[in-house]
T-cell receptor, first 110, second 108 residues
Framework: SQTIHQWPATLVQPVGSPLSLECTVE??????LYWYRQAAGRGLQLLFY??????ISSEVPQNLSASRPQDRQFILSSKKLLLSDSGFYLC?????????FGQGTRLTVV | GIQVEQSPPDLILQEGANSTLRCNFS?????LQWFHQNPWGQLINLFY???GTKQNGRLSATTVATERYSLLYISSSQTTDSGVYFC??????????FGGGTRLMVKP
């Protein structure tokens, strides 16, 4: 069966520090992969999605970037975090039918 | 692009009551999912329902694709049903767009 791993679960980072969040999927190949951000406990904003290795689509101009170095690995990064980057980040994968989500990373920028 | 709207934004129920949550979506949506976000933030898949009706225990969902809406029914609500309910639409371009959610509180 397919599983999705996302880490870390929580993260506290100072303003101006770099960020790297990793998401991996097991049990499937060539999935669509997504990064979402949720602020203030409501509404999921699509940040990036990928339909294959090296293929990244960005939905919103951000202080963030994404990469897909391997088929089942999706990384969210920032060179310098801003206070406004705080939030709950969720990774998701989709095969042929429905999408499934990881546990999420709660990021607090201080 | 995809547009997904949910109503009501907030809902308070007494335990045992029934409720209906609505999701309207644009004509570029070709598949629909319902999720429940628990208090720990985890998104739980409820239904994948591009059309028709499905039931799972006390929950059921109906999507009328020709009229571009979907309904989630919760019967005999329990306190554990509390949380935020999201619908999300897929399009042919692999985007998955969420509605704003319905925050449900079930009181004992």
């Amino acid at each position: 069966s397919q599983t999705i791993h996302q880490w870390p679960a929580t993260l506290v980072q100072p303003v101006g520090s770099p960020l790297s969040l990793e998401c991996t999927v097991e049990g499937t190949s060539n999935p669509n992969l997504y990064w979402y951000r949720q602020a203030a406990g409501r509404g999921l904003q699509l940040l990036f999605y990928s339909v294959g290795i090296g293929q990244i689509s960005s939905e919103v101009p951000q202080n963030l970037s994404a990469s897909r170095p391997q088929d089942r690995q999706f990384i969210l990064s920032s060179k310098k975090l801003l206070l406004s980057d705080s939030g709950f980040y969720l990774c998701a994968w989709r095969g042929q039918i429905e999408a499934f989500f990881g546990q999420g990373t709660r990021l607090t920028v201080v | 692009g995809i547009q997904v709207e949910q109503s009501p934004p907030d809902l308070i129920l007494q335990e045992g009551a029934n409720s209906t949550l609505r999701c309207n979506f644009s004509d570029s949506v070709n598949n629909l999912q319902w999720f429940h976000q628990n208090p720990w933030g985890q998104l739980i898949n409820l239904f994948y329902i591009p059309s028709g009706t499905k039931q799972n225990g006390r929950l059921s969902a109906t999507t009328v694709a020709t009229e571009r809406y979907s309904l989630l029914y919760i019967s005999s609500s329990q306190t554990t049903d509390s949380g935020v309910y999201f619908c999300a639409g897929h399009n042919a371009g692999n985007m998955l767009t969420f509605g704003g959610g319905t925050r449900l509180m079930v009181k004992p």
